[in-house]
């Protein structure tokens, strides 16, 4: 399939000198229903121009695209755009042309949101423990947003790891629903807070750490169990293959449509 620009850039959104929020509205077609935390393709040509602190060198053929996958952070029933949530790799092809990017500027977007990381398979009446690293909060941003929260008589936990506090992007959105919603709790930590210009009063290490001092355990004044919570994983691949073992020591299991399971991520 011949691959054209085919949608525009409303907002661009800098948290920090590497992570930006862009939201994308589509040209000629409407947006498609989705299900919260599934993702889909963002491209722009290989000719297209880069920042300038960027390892990837411009030029090449016009008929080039280079694609990868993003997962939204809107709502569902947002109509009007669909939002991402992006980190700069220096090295690589893709995104150091999306933060080149400026409002209005052109790109491609695949036209259908796809993917297993949602809410469908989640039994209603446990509690979930969202666990992420950088840009792995994106999937949850949609959950949340499209209405698991306050209305949910169920318990729900973020715990979000980044390198300092100014990478924790939705920081201010998470606190203030915190206080908003008696059942659901925010934990950000960093592991980099030697860095912070500002002391850090928070958690510090790994999401790893966190785990094992049973922190959701004392918020929630009760234990974790597969039994009574269903955990998501998204982020850094060592950060899921250490959180599979830990998680898989008290009993958790891997999702399967046959015997079902209470942990869940996604291999991409």
């Not at 008589?153 to 203030?176: M, P, Q, T, V, Y």
């Not at 510090?204 to 049973?214: A, C, D, K, L």
Request: hydrophobic content about 40%.
């Amino acid at each position: 399939m011949k691959t054209e620009f085919n949608a525009v850039v409303s907002q661009k959104i800098t948290i920090s000198s590497s992570l930006m929020i862009l939201q994308i509205v589509p040209v000629g077609w409407e947006l498609p229903e989705f299900k919260p935390g599934q993702f889909t393709m963002l491209a722009l040509p290989v000719t297209s121009p880069v920042v300038p602190e960027a390892e990837s060198p411009e030029g090449g053929d016009e008929n080039v695209w280079i694609r990868r996958p993003y997962s939204a952070t809107s709502a569902r029933d947002q109509k009007d755009y669909i939002e991402f949530y992006i980190r700069l790799v220096y090295s690589g092809e893709l995104t150091p042309r999306l933060f080149a990017l400026n409002t209005g500027d052109q790109l491609y977007m695949f036209p259908k949101l796809r993917g297993i990381l949602t809410m469908d398979d989640v039994e209603e009446d446990k509690n979930i423990i969202f666990i992420a690293t950088g840009t792995g909060l994106a999937p949850y941003m949609s959950m949340i947003r499209s209405g698991i929260l306050c209305r949910d008589k169920r318990k729900i936990a973020i715990i979000h790891g980044a390198l300092n506090s100014g990478d924790l992007g939705f920081r201010a959105e998470l606190e203030h629903l915190e206080k908003l919603c008696d059942n659901f709790s925010y934990i950000p930590v960093i592991s980099h807070q030697d860095t912070e210009k500002i002391p850090w009063g928070g958690k510090t290490g790994f999401v790893q750490n966190i785990w094992n001092e049973n922190v959701i355990d004392d918020i929630w004044q009760n234990d974790v169990t597969p039994e009574n919570t269903a955990v998501f994983l998204c982020g850094h691949p060592e950060m899921i293959r250490q959180m599979t073992d830990l998680l898989g020591a008290g009993g958790f299991k891997p999702y399967d449509r046959k015997k079902g399971g209470s942990l869940f991520y996604e291999d991409w």
